[in-house]
């Protein structure tokens, strides 16, 4: 069955640097999504991206869909502290979205 | 825009007991709500996926007879845990996706609070 699995697992940050977190799927996905999830708190959904090849950006966030359709990425720059959190991506195919196991940021002033 | 309320937010109780979970959309109406169960520091395991007005359909290895998915209205679905017992204990957390009818997996999914279910 469809796997989409997440690295790092864990990113520990110094503030002001940026970092990246890298999905892959085992099957070519639809499209792909990118949940957000603070500390204590429910995933908050970020953003979609549907076509091959395809980079949106929110701010200090770029988030990249690989031209096979398979992998995606999420790069942050000058990572601040309100970045703290596990991001998820999660990957439509075989109709069902599949969750990553999600990268869990931590950050130090 | 767009809040979904899950309800309760924790629940402790004895093995054997039946618990039921409220999930409920808010301000829109959610064609379809999903059932997840989250392990700590682990990803969100989809249990099941249910329509308004139709039976859900569970994922491979979630007992249907053990999770009762109901989803009477289209801002409402509850899932109940039958006779839990103590490997039941679990986060649970509701997500919906709506109101554009179609494909729901196009559609980002919002997400409740979660319950955080214990059993002794």
């Known amino acids: 069955g469809q796997q989409v699995m997440q690295i790092p697992q864990y990113q520990h940050v110094q503030e002001g640097e940026d970092f990246t977190t890298y999905c892959n799927s085992s099957t070519t996905l639809s499209n792909i999504q990118w949940y957000k999830q603070r500390p204590g708190g429910h995933p908050v959904f970020l953003i979609q991206?549907?076509?091959?090849?395809e980079v949106k950006k929110q701010k200090r966030l770029t988030f990249q869909f690989g031209e096979a359709k398979k992998n995606s990425s999420l790069h942050i720059t000058a990572t601040q502290t309100t970045d703290v959190g596990t991001y998820f991506c999660?990957?439509?195919?075989?109709?069902?979205?599949?969750f990553g196991a999600g990268t869990t940021v931590t950050v130090r002033a | 825009g767009a809040v979904v309320s899950q309800h309760p937010s924790r629940v402790i109780c004895k093995s054997g007991t039946s618990v039921k979970i409220e999930c409920r959309s808010l301000?829109?109406?959610?064609?379809?709500m999903f059932w997840y169960r989250q392990f700590p520091k682990q990803s969100l395991m989809l249990m099941a996926t249910s329509n308004e007005g139709s039976k859900a359909t569970y994922e491979q290895g979630v007992e249907k007879d053990k999770f009762l998915i109901n989803h009477a209205s289209l801002t409402l679905s509850t899932l109940t845990v039958t006779s839990a017992h103590p490997e039941d204990s679990s986060f649970y957390i509701c997500?919906?996706?709506?109101?554009?009818?179609?494909?729901?997996?196009?559609?980002?999914?919002?997400f409740g609070d979660g319950t955080r279910l214990s059993i002794l």
């Open positions: 999660a990957g439509l195919g075989d109709y069902k979205l599949s």
């Open positions: 301000d829109f109406q959610a064609t379809t």
């Open positions: 991206l549907v076509k091959s090849g």
């Open positions: 997500s919906a996706t709506g109101p554009n009818p179609g494909y729901f997996s196009n559609q980002p999914q919002h």
